[in-house]
């Protein structure tokens, strides 16, 4: 089921949100997935792939977990990638709540969705690409921009890096005062 109506998104780890798109190079379509949390807007990991299979999107996953806190709700469509056994089995692991977007609703998955629009008019429409080297070296480069240096006006014109890096590092300033009290 869809978990996020009437959710208040009041900190990073709370929705994680993911997706999968398509892209032109050269020779094909390719496709990108990637995590994005909703409060800061950062994404987290993503690949590149000439198959849209579930090792793909569980790749995404297992480097956004290896890296950062879990979320409280992952968020994603009922694409066959995102209901295969595997997938959600990683995600029951780490003892996380899955929400799926209703059928045909992309809007569930707004915060990914704006991401793709993003990426696909301010980089991929604006080159073309020779191969998936030079198209996976492009995205690097821009969500290492995206993430360190773009404003977002839904988070007060400050960086997704800059929200997500302060909350986390408070968190653990908090986690530090409390170990010291006891």
């Given at each position: 089921?869809y978990?996020?109506?009437?959710?208040?998104?009041?900190?990073?780890?709370?929705?994680?949100?993911?997706?999968?798109?398509?892209?032109?190079?050269?020779?094909?379509?390719?496709?990108?997935?990637?995590?994005i949390?909703?409060?800061?807007?950062?994404?987290?990991?993503?690949?590149?792939?000439?198959?849209?299979?579930?090792?793909?999107?569980?790749?995404?996953?297992?480097?956004?977990?290896?890296?950062?806190?879990?979320?409280?709700?992952?968020?994603?469509?009922?694409?066959?990638?995102?209901?295969?056994?595997?997938?959600?089995?990683i995600?029951?692991?780490?003892?996380?709540?899955?929400?799926?977007?209703?059928?045909?609703?992309?809007?569930?998955?707004?915060?990914?969705?704006?991401?793709?629009?993003?990426?696909?008019?301010?980089?991929?429409?604006?080159?073309?690409?020779?191969?998936m080297?030079?198209?996976?070296?492009?995205?690097?480069?821009?969500?290492?921009?995206?993430?360190?240096?773009?404003?977002h006006?839904?988070?007060?014109?400050?960086?997704?890096?800059?929200?997500?890096?302060?909350?986390?590092?408070?968190?653990?300033?908090?986690?530090?005062?409390?170990?010291?009290?006891?």
């Amino acid at each position: 089921p869809y978990k996020l109506k009437d959710i208040k998104i009041d900190k990073p780890n709370k929705i994680w949100s993911t997706d999968i798109t398509y892209i032109k190079i050269n020779g094909g379509i390719v496709y990108l997935a990637a995590i994005i949390v909703w409060y800061s807007k950062a994404v987290l990991s993503w690949k590149i792939s000439n198959t849209m299979d579930t090792d793909f999107v569980m790749d995404v996953l297992n480097e956004a977990l290896s890296k950062y806190p879990k979320p409280e709700i992952f968020n994603s469509d009922q694409g066959s990638q995102y209901t295969a056994q595997a997938h959600i089995n990683i995600l029951k692991e780490h003892d996380i709540k899955i929400s799926m977007d209703g059928k045909g609703r992309s809007i569930d998955n707004i915060c990914i969705e704006r991401f793709w629009r993003t990426i696909k008019y301010e980089e991929i429409y604006l080159n073309d690409y020779k191969s998936m080297s030079e198209l996976r070296y492009s995205i690097d480069n821009y969500i290492v921009k995206y993430n360190s240096r773009r404003l977002h006006s839904a988070i007060s014109n400050k960086t997704p890096n800059e929200v997500y890096d302060t909350f986390i590092n408070n968190l653990e300033f908090k986690k530090q005062e409390l170990l010291e009290v006891a």
